[in-house]
Nanobody, 122 residues
Framework: QVQLVESGGGSVQAGGSLRLSCAASGRTFSSYAMGWFRQAPGKEREFVATISRSGGMTSYADFVKGRFTISRDNVKNTVYLQMNSLKPEDTAIYYC???????????????WGQGTQVTVSS
């Protein structure tokens, strides 16, 4: 079992920044690739970013490339999502998730946090 707890969400104006954190407990954090997903009201959950177990590989959805950065600290058992140049369309609940493989589809991820709300106003 892996328990994931997100933090760092909030309200920000367009163009602003937020840094999300996801603290993991339970089994060995470095055994899992980690991902961030988001879900806006009335929309399906969508992939945002993923990072490999060591942190050596990352992948992003096209709509966040150049604006968001995923990183991890395997000593602190934490994964981060730095979000810059935020847009109103980034408004959603953001979830972190853990997977044994490195992928961008939600069904590949076995463990999920409870989510943190990000609201971007224009």
């Amino acid at each position: 079992q892996v328990q994931l707890v997100e933090s760092g969400g909030g309200s920000v104006q367009a163009g602003g920044s937020l840094r999300l954190s996801c603290a993991a407990s339970g089994r060995t954090f470095s055994s899992y690739a980690m991902g961030w997903f988001r879900q806006a009201p009335g929309k399906e959950r969508e992939f945002v970013a993923t990072i490999s177990r060591s942190g050596g590989m990352t992948s992003y959805a096209d709509f966040v490339k150049g604006r968001f950065t995923i990183s991890r600290d395997n000593v602190k058992n934490t994964v981060y999502l730095q979000m810059n140049s935020l847009k109103p369309e980034d408004t959603a609940i953001y979830y972190c998730a853990a997977a044994l493989g490195y992928g961008s589809t939600w069904w590949e991820y076995s463990y999920w946090g409870q989510g943190t709300q990000v609201t971007v106003s224009s």
